[in-house]
């Protein structure tokens, strides 16, 4: 089980590796939302290969709350931007 | 290691790479919506996968339902994400032209 975590949690790194680019170059900040919203789930799924490396189901909780804000956050900033100057 | 074990590294790293190609997706596409598109579909997969083998391996311990109510959000909670994304990026014209054959929203809109 250490080789599939190491090797999954390498693959997540180098996701939000990826997702992190998609934040800083936007261009328009829809683009940005997309690179937060996929980031979350990245934390998400690291959180959840983490407890089952560690058999540590106190993490649970924190896993709740990871997709809960980040659906808020998400709606949030979608629904309610300033438009994008041109 | 048993075949549950094998089972949840199986899941566990699928997940992991439905993820990694999501983000290579989200740098590679070329507009908004294509790229909502790939941060919405793969990402959710490959997280969903990742809890269900997290939830085999941690079988036996009593709140596991955790997981799978993690999973059952995201199902309900990405596509409207999605949809508010794509539809104001449409408002905003940010798809390439022609890039709908049918625009059936296209008149309608005020």
């Known amino acids: 089980m250490t080789v599939v975590a190491i090797v999954a949690g390498v693959m997540l790194t180098a996701a939000a590796v990826l997702t992190s ?18 980031l979350m789930a990245i934390a998400a799924s690291g959180l959840a290969v983490w407890a089952a490396y560690s058999q540590d189901t106190t993490l649970l909780p924190a896993i709740i709350a990871l997709a809960l804000v980040g659906f808020l ?13 041109q | 290691m ?13 997940g ?7 983000a290579i997706a989200i740098v590679r596409f070329p507009d908004t919506l294509t790229r909502m598109h ?5 990402q959710v997969v490959g997280l969903i996968l990742v809890l269900a083998g997290a939830a ?21 909670t990405a596509p409207v994400v999605a949809h508010l994304i794509g539809r104001t990026a449409y408002r905003e014209q940010r798809h ?3 890039l709908l054959t049918v ?7 005020d």
């Open chain 2, 96 to 98: 390439r032209d022609g």
């Open chain 2, 2 to 14: 048993t075949l549950w074990q094998w089972l949840s590294a199986a899941l566990i790293l699928f």
């Open chain 1, 73 to 85: 956050g998400s709606a949030a900033v979608s629904r309610f931007r300033v438009r994008d100057d």
């Open chain 2, 103 to 109: 625009n059936e929203l296209g008149n309608e809109i």
């Open chain 2, 56 to 76: 085999i391996e941690l079988y036996g311990h009593g709140n596991v339902w955790a997981l799978v109510l993690v999973g059952l959000f995201t199902l309900l």
């Open chain 2, 16 to 22: 992991a790479t439905l993820a990694l190609t999501a």
């Open chain 1, 21 to 38: 680019y998609r934040i800083l170059a936007g261009p328009s900040t829809l683009d940005r939302v997309v690179g937060i919203d996929s």
């Open chain 2, 38 to 42: 790939a941060a919405t579909k793969p």
